[in-house]
């Protein structure tokens, strides 16, 4: 793929969409074999979710050194490979690559029940696997949200990106209940060949895709992948609009961290609302996900896109001052399940409007690139975000832990106004192009599938 410059969007560059009635999403048979690959092997991941620590655990006794390695190993690809992922995204046909890192998952997950069968089980086996599952979902991801813009028309991405994050709310919670449920019947080693199937499904699925764009294959030398990593983000950020919504992302998922890392341990044991508690909590987080990223839409709608962003941001701090506040007793656990459906009704809706938003400004050929530097960013966020609640931790305590991030929760409010992002009152159904890409061919080979 040859290096073309990108032009930064301007805000009053945003067109309104037409007053012509909008295509729908009804009936859209690519879309829906997308979404539906797509959650199915969220499902059949979170299976694996529980079921790798379970056989780590039960059927290797591993040791909490080991199964905090296990979590690292599954983790570390969000952030090593994120920026390569980028680029192969980009240079790549996102939906062959889709189709190519199922197959491949689908393959490393049934070693785990393989050699649990004949008896070679170990734990450098499962770092193995969970290091090579996680990489295939990060370079799977990275066309896998890219290709949104390539599905649908421009005025139906946000219902779209609502659409998948609803699905995935569904899903995610679905696999986790399937998976314990699964571990219980089948054993934790066998129950994986549920994800292997999930993942043969999903590859099925992303090869009925097809796209509104023809392909092309470039006709120069690509260059470096550093420099298609560059491009990337000098794209993110020159983009007066992109970088505060990539920005954002990043500086929340930071201050969120710091809260995530000890949330469930303070309930358990500070405020001692056992099992159950916790798990009315996080219940009430996914339902919250799933209303959500249903009414997104009709939010932007409503209040714009900048208005969605500064309300979901400006929401998710101020419900987590119950969590700081609370005592144990039952009337304290209903304001924490109502906090956590509110704060996740808020950070899903910004969450679906911002990726909208990035994919509608992004040129076609930095798609995957963008996301994946946003992605990389969030991941480095998230990896510091540890260490600094555990710092915290040490030196005031966990309540103190919880406060500070509470507390830097507001920042990503503060970044979205003093930018240009606050004054956007419409999603945009299409953005002036920069004159280069007018005329210019898209920059993948073969059948175009973030």
């Known amino acids: 793929m040859s290096a073309l410059p990108s032009q930064p969007v301007r805000a009053d560059a945003l067109v309104a969409p037409s007053t012509a009635p909008a295509p729908s999403l009804r009936g859209h048979r690519s879309f829906q074999a997308y ?16 079921a790798l620590p379970v056989v780590a655990a039960m059927e290797l006794d591993a040791t909490p050194g080991q199964v905090s390695t296990l979590a690292s190993a599954a983790m570390a690809p969000g952030f090593l490979l994120a920026l390569p992922a980028g680029v192969a995204g980009d240079r790549c046909s996102k939906k062959r690559l889709m189709v190519g890192t199922d197959l491949v998952a689908a393959a490393v997950v049934v070693v785990v029940p393989i050699c649990w069968a004949a008896g070679t ?77 999930s993942y043969l499904i999903s590859a099925w699925y992303a090869s009925r895709i097809s796209t509104i764009h023809a392909d092309r294959h470039p ?21 007066p609009l992109q970088r505060p919504l990539v920005l954002t992302m990043a500086y929340h998922a930071f201050a969120e961290g710091i809260v995530t890392t000890y949330f469930a341990y303070y309930l358990l044991t500070e405020l001692d609302y056992g099992d159950i508690g916790l798990g009315l909590v996080l219940g009430a987080v996914g339902v919250g996900s799933l209303v959500g990223a249903l009414v997104a839409g009709q939010l932007v709608r409503r209040l714009g896109p900048g208005g969605v962003l500064l309300v979901g941001f400006g929401a998710y701090p101020m419900c987590g001052i119950p969590l ?31 990726r909208s938003l ?69 999603m945009p159904g299409t953005t002036t192009a920069p004159p280069e890409q007018t005329s210019r061919p898209l920059q993948e080979g073969g059948d175009r599938v973030h």
């Open 219 to 239: 006709t120069g030398p690509r260059p470096k992948m550093i420099t298609s990593i560059r491009e990337g983000m000098a794209h993110v950020l020159r983009d």
């Open 35 to 50: 979404w539906l690959g797509e959650a199915t092997a969220l499902a059949g991941s979170s299976v694996s979710a529980v």
């Open 358 to 426: 990035r994919q509608q400004l992004c040129p076609p050929h930095l798609q995957s690139r963008v996301q994946q530097t946003s992605v990389w960013l969030v991941a480095g966020a998230r990896l510091l975000a540890t260490a600094a609640a555990g710092a915290v931790a040490a030196a005031a305590g966990v309540w103190a832990a919880l406060l500070t991030g509470t507390v830097l929760l507001l920042g990503p409010v503060a970044l979205l106004w003093v930018s240009p992002v606050r004054q956007l009152t419409v």
């Open 324 to 354: 700081l506040l609370a005592r144990s007793g039952h009337g304290w656990l209903i304001a924490l399940v109502a906090a956590g459906a509110v704060k996740a009704v808020a950070v899903t809706a910004a969450a679906s409007t911002q």
């Open 121 to 197: 089980l170990s734990m450098p086996v499962l770092y193995c696997v969970a290091f090579l599952l996680g990489a295939l979902t990060v370079l799977h991801q990275a066309a896998a949200i890219a290709i949104v813009p390539e599905l649908v028309e421009p005025e139906l991405v946000p219902d779209a990106n609502a659409r998948v994050m609803a699905a995935f709310a569904v899903a995610g919670s679905a696999g986790t209940y399937i998976g314990t449920a699964a571990v219980s019947l089948l054993g934790a080693a066998r129950c994986l060949l549920l994800d292997s199937a």
